[in-house]
């Protein structure tokens, strides 16, 4: 048996419970992990909530809380490939296992093994929140130079983000209220607080002819604000509203493959990016994990330790 931090019916966060699950057993194309910490997403609520019933709605209850995971592989389906016992990985769970869990099932086509260098606090932000960043900057390619505005940019998929635009030799500018300035200002970003006023003519004057692309975290009207500011509407990507598209843009196309994990755990390895974890919390509170990041205000990466 292993804890997990789940719910047996959607709801608001006093659905959650903590229960044990017996240790579960791997389908073909599934490894299962030793979890040693767990990405902490908005997906995560969103799937609680009965928000996102197409994900989930099919899933029998009790659900089990998270998307992604880094660890110890303990076992592996019959059909994987590339990844055996004890390799330090890290993936999603696709199939609805869950990762706030002491042992869960990766998807295996979604699992990566990570360097040495690359702590497994900050590989488990890596299929969610690294592997976005990597998908919308390798959608919208733009060459070094170029400038690039990220609504958005002082959470988890923002920072990393502007960490792969600075490393990508990007002018990077990003918007976020005034208690995000000092972080994005460590990634070498410019940046507007939102909550201020003005923040489309602020932003203008930045880039008065349009920013080569203009990347969203936000969605809604902040999205309809920015757009604008895009210099072509092809070069508008947004990673959380689809209605992107009625603006001329598009929503982020997601790869959910071995390799972008790969890629983004080597800039990390060669400390070209840093996931910006702000707050690790065990998994006895992992409740006040998912709170914080419900909030919609957390502050880079929130992750959960098991090891805490
Ligand atoms: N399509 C995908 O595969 C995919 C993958 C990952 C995430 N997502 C989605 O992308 C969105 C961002 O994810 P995340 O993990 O970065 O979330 P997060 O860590 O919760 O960060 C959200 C950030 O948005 C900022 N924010 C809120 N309103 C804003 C506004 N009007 N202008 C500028 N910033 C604002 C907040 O900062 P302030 O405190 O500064 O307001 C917060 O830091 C979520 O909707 C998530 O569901 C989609």
Same mark, same amino acid.
């Given at each position: 048996?292993?804890?997990?931090?789940?719910?047996?019916?959607?709801?608001?966060?006093?659905?959650?419970?903590?229960?044990?699950?017996?240790?579960?057993?791997?389908?073909?194309?599934?490894?299962?992990?030793?979890?040693?910490?767990?990405?902490?997403?908005?997906?995560?609520?969103?799937?609680?909530?009965?928000?996102?019933?197409?994900?989930?709605?099919?899933?029998?209850?009790?659900?089990?809380?998270?998307?992604?995971?880094?660890?110890?592989?303990? &076992?592996?389906?019959? +059909?994987? /490939?590339?990844?055996? #016992?004890? $390799? %330090?990985?890290?993936?999603? @769970?696709?199939? =609805?296992?869950?990762?706030?869990?002491?042992?869960?099932?990766?998807?295996?086509?979604?699992?990566?093994?990570?360097?040495?260098?690359?702590?497994?606090?900050?590989?488990?932000?890596?299929?969610?929140?690294?592997?976005?960043?990597?998908?919308?900057?390798?959608?919208?390619?733009?060459?070094?130079?170029?400038?690039?505005?990220?609504?958005?940019?002082?959470?988890?998929?923002?920072?990393?983000?502007?960490?792969?635009?600075?490393?990508?030799?990007?002018?990077?500018?990003?918007?976020?209220?005034?208690?995000?300035?000092?972080?994005?200002?460590?990634?070498? &970003?410019?940046?507007? +607080?939102? /909550?201020?006023?003005? #923040?489309? $003519? %602020?932003?203008?004057?930045? @880039?008065?002819? =349009?920013?080569?692309?203009?990347?969203?975290?936000?969605?809604?009207?902040?999205?309809?604000?920015?757009?604008?500011?895009?210099?072509?509407?092809?070069?508008?990507?947004?990673?959380?509203?689809?209605?992107?598209?009625?603006?001329?843009?598009?929503?982020?196309?997601?790869?959910?493959?071995?390799?972008?994990?790969?890629?983004?755990?080597?800039?990390?390895?060669?400390?070209?990016?840093?996931?910006?974890?702000?707050?690790?919390?065990?998994?006895?509170?992992?409740?006040?994990?998912?709170?914080?990041?419900?909030?919609?205000?957390?502050?880079?990466?929130?992750?959960?330790?098991?090891?805490?």
């Amino acid at each position: 048996m292993s804890t997990a931090l789940g719910y047996r019916a959607f709801g608001g966060a006093d659905v959650q419970e903590f229960f044990d699950r017996p240790v579960p057993s791997p389908g073909p194309h599934e490894v299962l992990v030793r979890v040693v910490a767990a990405g902490v997403n908005p997906l995560d609520h969103l799937l609680r909530s009965g928000h996102v019933r197409a994900l989930n709605g099919h899933l029998p209850f009790p659900q089990v809380l998270g998307m992604e995971a880094a660890g110890t592989v303990l &076992a592996v389906g019959a +059909d994987v /490939t590339g990844l055996a #016992v004890d $390799d %330090r990985v890290a993936g999603f @769970a696709l199939t =609805g296992a869950g990762t706030y869990a002491g042992t869960t099932l990766l998807s295996a086509g979604a699992t990566a093994r990570i360097p040495d260098a690359v702590p497994e606090t900050w590989a488990a932000t890596i299929p969610v929140a690294g592997t976005t960043a990597l998908d919308v900057l390798d959608q919208v390619a733009l060459p070094a130079g170029a400038s690039v505005l990220v609504n958005g940019i002082g959470g988890g998929v923002g920072i990393v983000l502007a960490e792969m635009a600075r490393d990508r030799g990007l002018v990077v500018v990003g918007t976020g209220s005034a208690a995000k300035r000092e972080r994005v200002a460590a990634t070498g &970003a410019l940046f507007v +607080d939102y /909550t201020a006023g003005d #923040v489309v $003519d %602020r932003l203008r004057e930045y @880039a008065p002819g =349009g920013f080569d692309a203009v990347l969203d975290m936000v969605g809604g009207a902040s999205l309809r604000a920015v757009a604008p500011l895009a210099a072509k509407a092809e070069a508008l990507v947004s990673v959380t509203d689809q209605s992107v598209a009625e603006l001329g843009g598009a929503y982020v196309r997601r790869r959910l493959d071995r390799s972008g994990i790969e890629r983004v755990a080597e800039l990390m390895a060669d400390r070209r990016i840093d996931p910006h974890i702000t707050a690790s919390y065990p998994l006895a509170r992992a409740d006040e994990a998912l709170a914080l990041v419900e909030s919609g205000h957390a502050a880079g990466k929130v992750v959960i330790d098991m090891r805490l």
